[in-house]
């Protein structure tokens, strides 16, 4: 098994926001700060990123090890693996690790890095994959929401059914067929409802 000492130079911490991402290039063999930075979390300012980084890194053997990859990261994610530099997803360290040293985004770059150095490169959490595993995600995470929502509005329909006489006893929650009926409901020019 090789370590991620072995087989890489440098190792890149990435503590990735909204607008902003800040990197901090780590020696492997020393473990040494090599350079700090932010850039802009936009494809131009990803570009400049990865200038950055194979300046400071000397274009030699880099892994970049990314918070949150599918979220905020996910735009540097598939830059850096554009310029074939291997990434790393790594989940933000325990609040313990900085309780001493304070807290700020190049601290956590440069611990996003450092978690990665003693770990062998088969044992790396690989970034979610891209494509249908993603969309899938995406599927399943609109799903998960409608279905809250559909819920939420049962719940609304059967207060409201419960709030006024309307001629139609809900228990709890209203049933397809009680609603079906409600959805037939028209309102005449009178104000009174219609079946």
Known sequence: MVSVVEAFDYV?????????????????????????????????????????????GNNSSILAAVEGTASYGAGITASLRRASIEVAEVRPGPKREHAHAGKSDTIDAESAARRVLGINVESLAQPRASGDRATLRVL??????????????????????????LGIDVPPPAKDEQISVIAKWRISGSSQIRV
């Open 140 to 165: 399943l995470a609109a799903r998960s929401l409608i279905d809250q929502q559909r819920t939420a509005n049962r719940n609304a329909l059967t207060a409201l059914l419960r709030s006024f006489e």
């Open 12 to 56: 890149v911490g990435v503590d990735t926001h909204a607008r902003t991402h800040t990197y901090c290039l780590i020696q492997t063999r020393t473990g040494a700060v090599i350079d700090s930075a932010q850039f802009p979390a936009s494809k131009p300012g990803n570009e400049r990123a990865i200038s950055w980084i194979q300046r400071r």
